[in-house]
């Protein structure tokens, strides 16, 4: 079975700093990955996702991710964060089985953009 | 537009009263489930549906019944409600199960159960 962790629960950054935000997957067979968006009082948007080709995606509002097979990873980034930004992120990653698509989902980064 | 709509998006209930939570997507999309969301647990999967009459259990299906009579219909039903299934509700469809799994998600449902 597959399982996603998301490192950091919390994230705190200045408006213009760096966001990186980590995502590690697990999976036995090839994955599709994905990170979500989610304001406050709605629904998850999703940001990027990567299927095949090449492994840098990018998403909507900057932010771009790696996939790394070697590190298992998936980490989200954005090279300067702004206020808007401030939501939190799920990473999620889904695995082609016998019952269809199964969509697995870390437990979340709240991400907070200080002045 | 293209959407996954949920009602009600607030709901204030007592223990044992019967509930239904409705989902409907514009999208043709064959694929539908149920997520759940806790503080610190992220999206937990409820039930799903691959196509109309066929649905199973996510991995914390206690305590919910679903139902797909319609393609673009997906009702989640609390026969008996209890506190711990306050929590934060999201429907979500796909365009297959076959592809990427993709989710479209509503915009929730808050539930809490005195």
């Known amino acids: 079975a597959q399982s996603v962790t998301q490192l950091g629960s919390h994230v705190s950054v200045s408006e213009g700093a760096l966001v990186l935000l980590r995502c590690n997957y697990s999976s036995s067979v090839p994955p599709y990955l994905f990170w979500y968006v989610q304001y406050p009082n709605q629904g998850l948007q999703l940001l990027l996702k990567y299927t095949t080709g090449a492994t840098l995606v990018k998403g909507i509002n900057g932010f771009e991710a790696e996939f790394k097979k070697s590190e298992t990873s998936f980490h989200l980034t954005k090279p300067s964060a702004h206020m808007s930004d401030a939501a939190e992120y799920f990473c999620a990653v889904s695995v082609l089985t016998g019952g269809g698509n199964k969509l697995t989902f870390g437990t979340g980064t709240q991400l907070k953009v200080e002045l | ?114």
């Open chain 2, 1 to 114: 537009e293209a959407q996954v709509t949920q009602n009600p998006r607030y709901l204030i209930t007592v223990t044992g009263k019967k509930l239904t939570v409705t989902c409907s997507q514009n999208m043709n999309h064959e694929y539908m489930s149920w997520y759940r969301q806790d503080p610190g647990l992220g999206l937990r999967q409820i039930y799903y549906s691959m196509n109309v009459e066929v649905t199973d259990k996510g991995d914390v299906p206690e305590g919910y019944k679903v139902s797909r009579k319609e393609k673009r219909n997906f009702p989640l039903i609390l026969e008996s409600p209890s506190p711990n299934q306050t929590s934060l509700y999201f429907c979500a469809s796909s365009p297959g199960t076959r592809k990427t799994g993709e989710l479209f998600f509503g915009e929730g449902s808050r539930l809490t159960v005195l």
